[in-house]
């Protein structure tokens, strides 16, 4: 059965601090790798996608994620927060006709 | 603007009573999807529904039903036999049932509350 792990459920970090945030997922066929962001009171958004090609891609707002097969990881990367990021963010993967996700990791950037 | 559409944004039934929230879409999508929302366990899949008149339950479907009657629109019942139905709904679409790359789009989510 597909799973998706997300490892932090709580990162606090202060502005201009680089992040990552870990994804790891279970399934033994072709995925396609999504990263959502929930901003407070707004409704859930595509932050960035991975389906083929190149295993780094970048998404809205300067966020990216590596894709490494070998690790079945996801991760999700941005070089320099900012307080606007504050959101909690989901990992979810679709291997054929549902989407599922993790548990979701609520970040809380300080100004 | 297209979108999903959900309503109520919140509502409060009483136990042992049905309830039915709402879903709708403009964006001429296939694919309609309910999810529960609970703090610490993410999005868990309820039903979904590849096209009008078919549906399939999801990882946590005891307790819920839904209907297909026309592309755009996906209601979701909360039976009384739902045993912790208090939670935060989301619908979704998605533009292809047979695109799995296929990104979703959500709505703004229904906050139940049953005492």
């Known amino acids: 059965a597909q799973s998706v792990s997300q490892h932090n459920h709580h990162v606090i970090l202060s502005e201009a601090a680089s992040l990552e945030l870990g994804c790891n997922y279970s399934y033994g066929g072709t995925v396609n790798l999504f990263w959502y962001v929930q901003y407070p009171g707004q409704h859930l958004q595509l932050l960035l996608k991975?389906?083929?090609?190149?295993?780094l891609v970048k998404g809205i707002k300067g966020f990216e994620a590596e894709f490494i097969k070998s690790k079945f990881s996801f991760n999700l990367r941005k070089p320099s927060v900012q307080w606007s990021d504050t959101a909690e963010y989901f990992c979810?993967?679709?291997?054929?006709?549902?989407?599922?996700f993790g548990a979701g990791t609520r970040l809380f950037v300080k100004a | 603007d297209g979108g999903i559409t959900q309503s109520p944004k919140y509502l409060f039934r009483k136990e042992g009573q049905n309830v039915t929230l709402s879903c709708e879409q403009n964006l001429n999508h296939d694919a309609m999807y309910w999810y529960r929302q609970d703090p610490g366990q993410g999005l868990r899949l309820i039903y979904y529904?590849?096209?009008?008149?078919?549906?399939q339950k999801g990882d946590i479907a005891e307790g819920y039903s839904v209907s297909r009657e026309k592309k755009e629109s996906f209601p979701l019942t909360v039976t009384s036999a739902q045993k912790n139905p208090t939670a935060f709904y989301l619908c979704?679409?998605?533009?292809?049932?047979?695109?799995?790359?296929?990104?979703?789009?959500f709505g703004n989510g229904t906050r139940l509350t049953v005492t």
């Open positions: 979704a679409s998605s533009i292809n049932r047979d695109r799995a790359n296929s990104p979703l789009h």
């Open positions: 991975y389906f083929s090609g190149d295993p």
């Open positions: 979810a993967v679709n291997g054929g006709f549902k989407t599922i």
């Open positions: 529904s590849q096209i009008v008149n078919d549906f």
